[in-house]
């Protein structure tokens, strides 16, 4: 008759216990997985705020013309609608004409006039320049000493414009106290409103 081993009631007890430690860590430890990655946030964009252009401050308007008794060579007279500069005199003995009568020299002063009128101006060199010596003679202007401005001055401005010539005056030489007289064609021509005074300074 076979014999067959004992198995003793511990070996059984003791074979059981490992059997089920090690089924109780096989079911404790989780299977590995992949590990999760978080998808990166996006910065917030912050629009830089618009630029505002500063506003540009108004022009300031041109400042008024003193009114004088007397002005001066390179002086601007306002006498409406004009704007008048005389801007430089001279005495000379002769033009591009010829020369001044014996005993006479020739006063040239060179004039502008500006229109501030909203519509075209007539101007006459005839009517409204004269030179006045100390003594208060009066002398109209010489054409032959006057040409240049005959064709620009002497005439039809425009609104806006300005129109520029030398005007000459024939006079006893050596005359003191000259005076060059612009008027308004509103005025006569002895009245002593509506008109501008330059001292020539000869």
């Known amino acids: 008759m076979t014999r067959h081993p004992r198995i003793t009631f511990r070996a059984a007890l003791l074979s059981g216990l490992v ?14 997985g992949p590990t999760a990655i978080s998808e990166p946030t996006a910065a917030a964009v912050v629009e830089p705020a618009p630029t505002v252009a500063p506003t540009a401050a108004p022009a300031a308007p041109a400042p008024a013309l003193e ?11 306002p006498l409406e609608p004009w704007r008048v500069q005389v801007m430089a005199s001279q005495i000379a003995t002769e033009t591009e004409l010829g020369p001044a009568d014996e005993g006479n020299e020739f006063v040239l002063i060179d004039l502008a006039l500006t229109n501030t009128a909203a519509d075209a101006q007539s101007f006459s060199l005839l009517l409204q320049t004269t030179l006045e010596d100390a003594t208060g003679v009066v002398y109209a202007i010489d054409p032959g000493a006057s040409m240049s401005a005959i064709m620009s001055l002497n005439g039809t401005v425009d609104a806006a414009e300005e129109a520029t010539g030398t005007i000459g005056f024939q006079v006893p030489a050596g005359s ?3 005076r060059l007289v612009v008027r308004t064609l509103a005025e006569g021509a002895t009245s002593e409103t509506g008109r501008a005074v330059f001292d020539l300074d000869l």
């Open 19 to 32: 059997a089920l430690s090690l089924s109780g860590c096989a079911a404790a430890t989780p299977a590995a």
């Open 67 to 77: 009114v004088k008794d007397l002005y001066a060579v390179g002086d601007t007279a």
């Open 176 to 178: 003191a106290g000259l």
